[in-house]
T-cell receptor
Framework: AQSVTQPDIHITVSEGASLELRCNYS??????LFWYVQSPGQGLQLLLK??????LVQGIKGFEAEFKRSQSSFNLRKPSVHWSDAAEYFC????????????FGKGTTLSVSS | DVKVTQSSRYLVKRTGEKVFLECVQD?????MFWYRQDPGLGLRLIYF???????EKGDIPEGYSVSREKKERFSLILESASTNQTSMYLC????????????FGQGTRLTVV
């Protein structure tokens, strides 16, 4: 069965420091992978997605993610974190066939210290 | 700009009430979803629909039902609200096809007292 694991429940990073959020997936074929961000009290916004091709994917707000098939990982990175990046981040694996739903990890909460 | 709109941001209902959560999308998407979000549990799929009048159970359908009479509208119904249904409810939609991204509404924070 498809699944997504985000090993870190909560991470605190200093403003200006680099960030890496981990995501591991279990999937039987080529995965479609997503990162979403949720600010407090809001819905989810898509940061980036991987379908195929270049394994380093660029997204909005200066985020990027790297797909590593050998490690079944899709980690999210940002070189310099801003206070406004404090939010909850969700990794998801995409529909494996038409008419199915995204499967989400449990999320990682990012706090940014000054 | 694409939009998924949930009718209420906050709702307070009494135990035993029948509750309707409404969701409308303006992107002509075939798929629509209802998720429930609780701290430490992430997003859990309640129901989804891939076409008008079609529905599929997700991971936690007990205590819920859905209705999709029109393509743009997907309603979540709590037949008899209970305190353990206090949660954030998120509606989403996506195009038909493999690996399509989902667009989310702002969420409805439901409190059952």
């Amino acid at each position: 069965a498809q699944s997504v694991t985000q090993p870190d429940i909560h991470i605190t990073v200093s403003e200006g420091a680099s960030l890496e959020l981990r995501c591991n997936y279990s999937y039987g074929a080529t995965p479609y992978l997503f990162w979403y961000v949720q600010s407090p009290g809001q819905g989810l916004q898509l940061l980036l997605k991987y379908f195929s091709g270049d394994t380093l994917v660029q997204g909005i707000k200066g985020f990027e993610a790297e797909f590593k098939r050998s490690q079944s990982s899709f980690n999210l990175r940002k070189p310099s974190v801003h206070w406004s990046d404090a939010a909850e981040y969700f990794c998801a694996v995409g529909a494996w066939q038409a008419g199915t739903a995204l499967i989400f990890g449990k999320g990682t909460t990012l706090s940014v210290s000054s | 700009d694409v939009k998924v709109t949930q009718s209420s941001r906050y709702l307070v209902k009494r135990t035993g009430e029948k509750v309707f959560l409404e969701c409308v999308q303006d992107m002509d998407h075939e798929n629509m979803f209802w998720y429930r979000q609780d701290p430490g549990l992430g997003l859990r799929l309640i129901y989804f629909s891939y076409d008008v009048k079609m529905k599929e159970k997700g991971d936690i359908p007990e205590g819920y039902s859905v209705s999709r009479e029109k393509k743009e509208r997907f309603s979540l119904i709590l037949e008899s609200a209970s305190t353990n249904q206090t949660s954030m409810y998120l509606c989403a939609s996506s195009r038909q096809g493999i690996g399509t991204e989902a667009f989310f509404g702002q969420g409805t924070r439901l409190t059952v007292v």
